[in-house]
């Protein structure tokens, strides 16, 4: 086991642990398995910007838990149907995109947690549950103990009112969204922006020194180094679409050279 039963943040033995993951944008559940077997913690799964709907999250879900990882999905906004039904599905994590206020990330919590932390609504047969294998009251406080409700920190306002954020009972943490924040922050875009990565890394030690979770997605480069170095300690590294950009360029130079010389 990778991870505490109860917590992906934890060690088997309890101790706190940096959850690494993946984005497979193409929905694709075979991706999913194979970035669990590689070692992966989670796979982020894009419901929000992308195609994927839930029931193909729920898929996806499946067979990450089948080869010992988390489903991460994104939700596309703060309503009761989509943190309900992600969370139906069996996702580990729901990241909610867009966060600026308390008042969202209490209506976040109220609609992902079970009594008496939110008012979650009642299905006791769903997989996110177990299926009713388990007694109710069990199979709820389960849910309470190993979801992770996260808000998206993607504007000035967001960073402006993050300590009020921070202090929702139930919310597990933040998830610094850097090219939206980039966009609010007028540095267009560009992730290696020296203001980008102080403000980012600002909010993860304020989130971290309130007790929160804080995350990021974005690849290799210096706003990860320093998120890392600042506290980060759930991180989305990388993307199969994005990944395999380069390879595929390559591949095909490679294969043209050789055409032309044939």
């Given at each position: 086991m990778r991870h505490?039963?109860?917590?992906?943040?934890?060690?088997?033995?309890?101790?706190?642990?940096?959850?690494?993951?993946?984005?497979?944008?193409?929905?694709?559940?075979?991706?999913?398995?194979?970035?669990?077997?590689?070692?992966?913690d989670t796979v982020w799964i894009e419901i929000e910007h992308g195609p994927s709907g839930f029931d193909e999250a729920e898929h996806i879900c499946m067979a990450l838990e089948a080869a010992g990882a988390t489903g991460t999905i994104r939700v596309p906004d703060a309503q009761r149907c989509h943190i309900l039904r992600a969370l139906e599905t069996g996702a580990g994590i729901v990241i909610v995109p867009m966060v600026d206020d308390a008042e969202t990330a209490a209506r976040i919590v109220a609609f992902g947690k079970f009594p008496p932390l939110g008012r979650r609504g009642f299905n006791a047969r769903s997989r996110g549950v177990g299926y009713g294998l388990a007694p109710v009251a069990?199979?709820?406080?389960?849910?309470?103990?190993?979801?992770?409700?996260?808000a998206?920190?993607?504007?000035?306002?967001?960073?402006?009112?993050?300590?009020?954020?921070?202090?929702?009972?139930?919310?597990?943490?933040?998830?610094i969204g850097p090219g939206d924040l980039s966009m609010s922050l007028g540095c267009g875009g560009d992730l290696?922006?020296?203001?980008?990565?102080?403000?980012?890394?600002?909010?993860?030690?304020?989130?971290?020194?309130?007790?929160?979770?804080?995350g990021i997605l974005t690849g290799p480069g210096?706003?990860?180094?320093?998120?890392?170095?600042?506290?980060?300690?759930?991180?989305?590294?990388?993307?199969?679409?994005?990944?395999?950009?380069?390879?595929?360029?390559?591949v095909l130079a490679g294969l043209r050279q050789r055409v032309s010389h044939a």
């Open positions: 505490h039963p109860d917590d992906l943040f934890r060690t088997p033995d309890g101790l706190p642990r940096v959850v690494a993951g993946v984005a497979v944008y193409s929905a694709a559940p075979r991706l999913a398995e194979l970035a669990a077997r590689i070692g992966f069990e199979a709820f406080a389960a849910a309470n103990r190993r979801t992770h409700l996260i998206q920190i993607e504007t000035v306002e967001a960073v402006a009112s993050l300590e009020a954020i921070c202090a929702v009972e139930g919310l597990s943490g933040i998830l290696a922006a020296p203001e980008l990565i102080r403000t980012a890394c600002d909010c993860i030690r304020r989130a971290r020194a309130a007790g929160r979770h804080a210096p706003l990860l180094d320093a998120a890392l170095e600042a506290g980060c300690d759930l991180v989305f590294a990388g993307g199969d679409v994005t990944n395999l950009i380069d390879p595929w360029r390559d």
